[in-house]
Structures are given as C-alpha cells and as structure tokens.
C-alpha cells in the first residue's frame, strides 16, 4: 500500500543590507596599519568653477586621514545639485553608496572589509517550516559576501553544514553557490 506524502513548499525573502561604513582595506603611510575607518565625511575643494570631492577615512591605530577621491577637477555645471547638496551636507546613504562603487575602489586602490558590518533582514521573520524551501536573496547595497556564510546566517547552521548540503544536492541554485556574491540570487532548500 503506498502513503501519500505531500511535500509542503514555502518561500522567503531575504535582504541583505548595511548597518555601519565597512573597514576600509589600505596601507597607512604613517603607521602599518592595513585598516581605515570613514564616519561618511566628505571634502569639497573649490578651484573656480572645477570641484574636487574625497571621502575622509581615518587610520585605525593612529588616526591619520586619509582622502579618497570621488571626484576630481570636475566642473560644478556637471554635477547634479541633489549630489552635490549630499556631498556638502555629508550625506551618510551618498557616502556608502560611493563606497561600494567599483570605480571608487580601484581609483583609490581600496579594499572594504565587510564584517560585522551587514545584517540579513527575512520575510517572514522566522523561517517556515517547510520541506522544500524557496529563498530569494536581495542586496540593498554591493556587499560581496560569501555564499555559504550568507545562507549559514540565514539557516542557522554552520559554514560546513552549509557546504555539506550544498555538495549532497539539498541545497540548490541556478545560480553559483561558492566563492563571493554581491548581487540577487535564489536557491532551493529541500530538507
């Protein structure tokens, strides 16, 4: 005689999003710490009718400053006043949307260290029960994370239960599941 098993399938939505300025990976000139911190102050330098605009983070162990250019020698006609009204009024959200952007980071030749610096927002709050799992993954912000440390989080389990699920199939994705990713994605979760 054969059991009738249903499988009951559910969904959640996860968001990924910041809660402080992520650790700013740099060699300091004074001193040899690797690690700076910005508060989302900037700089503004006026030479006539060109701007200079830098992001101001502060050396870890000695508090040098530092300047990370976000603009430079650009002519005020060409910047949008709502940007420019952020820079001058020190516009947190503007300071970490710059920091996360990829032309910022090579021009200053930073690296952002985003530990303890992110939090994982779901919908519902609790994860339902369920045997087949529908996990939808948004980044409010681009913060590369690792995979299998964003869905331990959001498990609750730890990095190799993650992994072992990921190479025994009961975690699945159209997607890639290893190294960093800093954009939406989705996955499966048969249990």
Do not use: Y
Not at 16 to 25: H, L
Not at 81 to 91: I, R, V, Y
Not at 136 to 160: D, K, Q, Y
């Amino acid at each position: 005689m054969h059991e009738n098993t249903f499988l009951v399938r559910a969904a959640t939505r996860w968001r990924v999003r910041p809660t402080d300025f992520p650790t700013i990976r740099r060699r300091c000139r004074v001193c040899p710490s690797m690690e700076f911190r910005t508060r989302g102050r900037f700089r503004v330098n006026a030479n006539h009718k060109l701007l200079d605009i830098w992001l101001l983070a502060l050396c870890a162990q000695c508090g040098e400053t530092t300047k990370l250019t976000v603009l430079e020698r650009a002519n005020v006609r060409t910047i949008d006043p709502a940007l420019l009204s952020g820079f001058h009024e020190n516009d947190p959200a503007l300071a970490a949307r710059l920091l996360t952007d990829p032309l910022v980071a090579r021009r200053n030749d930073i690296a952002l260290d985003w530990t303890d610096a992110w939090t994982l927002e779901m919908d519902p709050v609790e994860l339902p029960k369920a045997d087949i799992l529908d996990v939808g993954v948004h980044f409010s912000h681009r913060i590369p994370l690792r995979v299998t440390t964003l869905i331990a989080t959001g498990l609750e389990l730890s990095g190799s239960e993650v992994a072992k699920l990921i190479a025994a199939g009961g975690i699945s994705s159209g997607d890639k599941l290893t190294g960093r990713r800093a954009g939406d994605f989705g996955f499966v979760v048969r249990w």
